[in-house]
T-cell receptor
Framework: SQTIHQWPATLVQPVGSPLSLECTVE??????LYWYRQAAGRGLQLLFY??????ISSEVPQNLSASRPQDRQFILSSKKLLLSDSGFYLC???????????FGPGTRLTVL | QKEVEQNSGPLSVPEGAIASLNCTYS??????FFWYRQYSGKSPELIMS????GDKEDGRFTAQLNKASQYVSLLIRDSQPSDSATYLC????????????FGAGTRLAVHP
């Protein structure tokens, strides 16, 4: 069966510091991968998606970037965090034609 | 802009009652529709998928789809306090890559 991992689970960072969040998927190959952000009390905002190694598409302009160095690894980064980057960051995967997406446990980021 | 609309709630129902959650979407080309359950502080969990008009039942859950009216609903029969959560409606983005557009969610509270 497939499993998706995210770390760290929680993170408190000062404004202007760098960020690296990691997501890995087990039990599948060549999945589509997604990064979402959920602000407090809000819906899910798609940040990036990837259909293969090295292929990244950005949905919204921001100070974040994403990379996919391996088939089942997806990384979200920032060089300098803003207060507005606080939120719940979720990684998801999908595969096949049924469009179902499955989420990891998430990383709660607080920028102070 | 493609949108998915949900009543934010809270929807309060007594234990044992039927909870009815509704969702409308703007993109007529959307083909797949999903309901996710999100407990406070946790990541979304896929609970129902529906792809064709009509009803789909799974245990206490029934999803209903009406593509002509661009309307999706979720019925929860015999509601339990453990059903208290935020329910997110999601529809496929016609842009492909299994991308989904999420509503902001409806908070359901089931009281004993």
């Amino acid at each position: 069966s497939q499993t998706i991992h995210q770390w760290p689970a929680t993170l408190v960072q000062p404004v202007g510091s760098p960020l690296s969040l990691e997501c890995t998927v087990e039990g599948t190959s060549n999945p589509n991968l997604y990064w979402y952000r959920q602000a407090a009390g809000r819906g899910l905002q798609l940040l990036f998606y990837s259909v293969g190694i090295g292929q990244i598409s950005s949905e919204v302009p921001q100070n974040l970037s994403a990379s996919r160095p391996q088939d089942r690894q997806f990384i979200l980064s920032s060089k300098k965090l803003l207060l507005s980057d606080s939120g719940f960051y979720l990684c998801a995967w999908s595969q096949g034609g049924n469009n179902e997406q499955f989420f990891g446990p998430g990383t709660r980021l607080t920028v102070l | 802009q493609k949108e998915v609309e949900q009543n934010s709630g809270p929807l309060s129902v007594p234990e044992g009652a039927i909870a009815s959650l509704n969702c409308t979407y703007s993109d007529r080309v959307s083909q797949s529709f999903f309901w996710y359950r999100q407990y406070s502080g946790k990541s979304p969990e896929l609970i129902m998928s529906i792809y064709s008009n009509g009803d789909k039942e799974d245990g206490r859950f029934t999803a209903q789809l009406n593509k002509a009216s661009q309307y999706v609903s979720l019925l929860i029969r015999d509601s339990q306090p453990s059903d208290s959560a935020t329910y997110l409606c999601a529809v496929t983005d016609s842009g492909g890559y299994n991308k989904l557009i999420f509503g902001a969610g409806t908070r359901l509270a089931v009281h004993p």
